[in-house]
């Protein structure tokens, strides 16, 4: 079977104001939070993610 991309499930605990915001931007958008979620990590420079690494 020929996917796309490998699959991994991710849960992560957000604070009722987080998820409303979120909640809020979907609605807003009319996007999935799934896509929100995925185009933000895709936005993270290397530089970021090395930086973050060392907190």
Same mark, same amino acid.
């Given at each position: 079977?020929? !996917? !796309?991309?490998a699959v991994k499930r991710? #849960? &992560?605990n957000l604070t009722s104001g987080e998820?409303? !915001?979120l909640e809020k931007y979907c609605s807003n958008t009319? /996007?999935?939070? #799934?896509?929100?979620? /995925?185009?933000? &990590? /895709?936005?993270l420079t290397i530089d970021e993610i090395l930086n973050a690494d060392h907190k």
């Open positions: 079977m020929n !996917k !796309k991309w991710l #849960t &992560i998820a409303e !915001k009319g /996007r999935p939070g #799934t896509d929100v979620i /995925r185009e933000l &990590i /895709r936005s």
